[in-house]
């Protein structure tokens, strides 16, 4: 199978507007001049080297970034992105998330969240003619769909005849074209270093997406393998893994205007989706669902004491209920504020008029966007009853259940005809997250999520509900949520899926075990299953259909955008991308102008002693000393904390090195400014800002602050 290094889109333009585009490495060369004119010092054609330097230090999480920073397998990301693994390892006398920690040597390390994998990316391969091949234009939409999904699975299964690979088939494009990611998958990861959340999470919800901003937002990971060099599960036998390549550390960090550039994952855009998509993301779908994760915020604010074993428990969860709870909440003020609806209208007006100019083009594309349309608009009609049952997955009875019973069905079938999640690559991350659910779950709490979402549920029309779901809980004109509450807490009391034995023990048994089991949320799994199947076969049949169209109404919009000499990059995708810029400030408003660095000072200008602005009183006294050794910046006068750039990142991006123009490591990025949030839906090019931990105030923390001379002293450090 043929590889590529620099194959770029055949519709791709070369033009951009500003720093806006996700671009794909292999594009970097058709834009090599905006590089080069931004400040990039190095070859742009160097930076499409998948195993080559940088791209062979950057790494995925499976939902962040990160990078190598030591030939030892020292890996930086965000304090968020450690936090669900310093969150496992806390409990009600040792709380890790308040205090910090801090490996003083490899031995003291302690493993990551089960399930904790690192992804190296080696290999991009272009499969586009493969997964088509078997597509024709008289399949329904379920055939399409299993076409494409048995196609990608054969793709995958010999991409991972080398056991140490995960690879993936990923869409570009809304399906116009598809590519196979091989990577390679390291499998015992450990906790070396995280800062308390009094440096991590400085701040907290009160100034996410906000700006000034002082939060300390990094973490370290150590990647591991066997003695052979080679990924391996966890063992205390096992070794440091020595990457190919790791990023310098710059200890001058960066200036006002300095080219700046960030290698990561971003997750999701979404900047091509249809008016009519756009509409109802920003009027029901985004307000629904800060509804409902507002909701179990409060519940678990309400029932458990902060500090408790039962809250830390739920500490990562709330973080991440929390961040996208603000974040829908932003969007849509942005999104009533703006124009983003009356733009994308227009563009769709533009596009159909340049699309009738032209008989070729209007038997090409005409019926694209109608007939999308229509699709996206039959997937509306079920949405109130398909987010309800998603956030009834927040209960880990209910969706340990539900995940158990389909790997028993699953597992009869030959290995290539299950579903992913469910095939022999899978089991053993199945086995870890079934050993994971006990610290990350209380019964109580677990019940009341459960019972909230159940309250949402009966006030569906009839025709909405599931018949099996209905029946299970006796659910009629005139049940109430006492009852099911009532049904809930006999569930909880009789269950033995809260012990991780008997979890796993349920790993090997067979459909007909699972049928005669008297455990109730067993019971509920066989008795909704049939239902619950049927929708997602549904799901497929109007997936596969859109797949028809999507693909069709993206080659007319790029082809429209190319005709008008506009930037064309593919959507985020969690797939590895460049994104490029400079160290700058901004103007929100009328008469107020953003500087792109904050400082030290102004930790405890903010600083209450009461969280989430409670910096270490270690800290603190530095500060008002100005103990600043090495790391003060001269302009400034003080240390910097966090910086601004104009990069077009998003969720995923996480965790991602900012690297100067050299590709030196000088800091990470971990958020954007509140008037950017729109940003998965609308890019603007005078309000997008990125922010940043400068690597000055990383060094300066783990230095004064933690002791964390052992780790610095590991890392290749320049100025």
Not at 283 to 296: D, V
Request: net charge negative; hydrophobic share 35%.
């Amino acid at each position: 199978m043929k590889k590529f290094a620099t194959l770029c889109f055949a519709l791709a333009s070369t033009a951009t507007l500003a720093d806006e585009g996700m671009w794909q490495p292999h594009q970097l060369p058709d834009i090599a001049t905006k590089l080069v004119n931004a400040g990039l010092k190095l070859n742009p054609n160097s930076l499409t080297d998948l195993t080559g330097f940088p791209m062979g230090a950057i790494v995925s999480l499976g939902g962040c970034t990160a990078s190598f920073l030591s030939d030892k397998g020292l890996v930086a990301t965000n304090h968020h992105c450690v936090y669900g693994s310093v969150q496992y390892n806390s409990t009600e006398d040792n709380n890790l998330l308040k205090n910090g920690f801090l490996a003083k040597s490899y031995k003291e390390e302690l493993p990551a969240t089960p399930g904790t994998r690192i992804y190296v990316t080696e290999e991009i391969t272009p499969v586009t003619t493969i997964i088509k091949a078997g597509l024709g234009s008289n399949m329904t939409g379920a055939e399409r769909y299993n076409s494409i999904e048995q196609s990608s699975k054969s793709l995958i299964a010999e991409c991972e005849s080398d056991k140490k690979y995960r690879c993936s088939v990923v869409n570009f494009h809304g399906g116009l074209e598809y590519y196979l990611f091989k990577q390679l998958t390291i499998r015992d990861v450990r906790l070396a270093h995280a800062p308390a959340s009094s440096v991590g999470k400085y701040g907290g919800d009160v100034d996410n997406w906000m700006w000034p901003r002082h939060t300390g937002d990094y973490g370290f990971y150590r990647a591991y393998v066997g003695k052979d060099g080679q990924p391996a599960d966890y063992s205390s036998d096992n070794v440091p893994y020595e990457p190919k390549h790791h990023l310098k550390v710059n200890k001058s960090s960066v200036d006002e205007n300095d080219y700046i550039m960030v290698l990561g994952y971003p997750g999701r855009t979404n900047r091509y989706r249809t008016a009519l998509e756009v509409e109802n993301q920003f009027t029901w779908t985004y307000p629904q669902a800060k509804n409902y994760r507002e909701e179990i915020i409060d519940l678990i604010h309400d029932n458990l004491a902060l500090g408790s074993d039962a809250r830390i428990k739920y500490e990562s969860t709330l973080a991440s209920l929390a961040n996208y709870a603000k974040n829908y909440g932003s969007m849509v003020e942005s999104y009533n504020k703006g124009t983003t609806l009356a733009r994308k209208q227009s563009l769709e007006s533009e596009l159909s008029k340049w699309i009738s100019e032209d008989t070729s083009r209007q038997e090409k594309y005409g019926d694209a966007l109608k007939g999308l349309n229509s699709l996206i608009k039959q997937d509306q009609q079920s949405q109130a009853r398909d987010l309800i049952l998603g956030y009834m997955n927040y209960s880990k009875m209910l969706s340990t259940a539900n995940r158990l019973y389909r790997l028993s069905l699953e597992s009869k079938k030959p290995n290539v005809e299950r579903k992913s999640g469910y095939q022999d690559r899978d089991i053993a991350s199945f086995e870890q997250s079934m050993k994971a659910v006990n610290r990350r779950y209380d019964a109580q709490m677990d019940q009341k999520i459960l019972l909230a979402m159940f309250k949402h549920y009966i006030e569906l029309p009839k025709a909405q509900r599931l018949a099996s779901l209905d029946e299970f809980f006796n659910i009629g004109k005139n049940h109430t949520a006492d009852q099911i509450q009532t049904k809930l807490t006999k569930m909880y009391l009789t269950t033995s899926l809260n012990e991780q034995n008997s979890r796993l023990s349920w790993m090997d048994k067979s459909p007909n075990d699972f049928a005669n089991s008297d455990d109730p949320f067993i019971q509920l799994a066989t008795a909704t299953y049939a239902e619950r199947k049927a929708i997602e076969e549904a799901n497929e049949e109007l997936s596969g259909n859109i797949q028809s169209f999507r693909p069709k109404y993206m080659e007319a919009l790029i082809a429209y955008f190319n005709s008008k000499d506009l930037p064309v990059y593919a959507d985020a995708n969690s797939t590895l991308r460049v994104t490029y810029g400079n160290v700058k400030g901004y103007s929100p408003q009328d008469g107020l102008v953003a500087t792109p660095f904050t400082t030290l000072e102004g930790i405890v200008r903010k600083d209450t002693g009461i969280t989430p602005f409670d910096a270490p009183k270690k800290q603190l006294s530095l500060i008002k000393e100005k103990q600043y050794g090495e790391y003060a910046k001269q302009d400034l006068g003080s240390v910097p904390v966090n910086f601004l750039g104009t990069l077009d990142i998003t969720g995923g991006n996480s965790g991602s090195p900012t690297l100067n123009d050299k590709a030196e490591f000088v800091g990470l990025v971990f958020d954007g400014v509140y008037e950017s949030i729109i940003g998965d839906w609308d890019y603007d090019t005078k309000l997008n800002r990125s922010i940043h931990v400068d690597i000055k105030y990383m060094l300066w923390v783990m230095e004064h602050v933690d002791g964390a001379t052992n780790l610095i002293e590991e890392m290749d450090i320049v100025e």
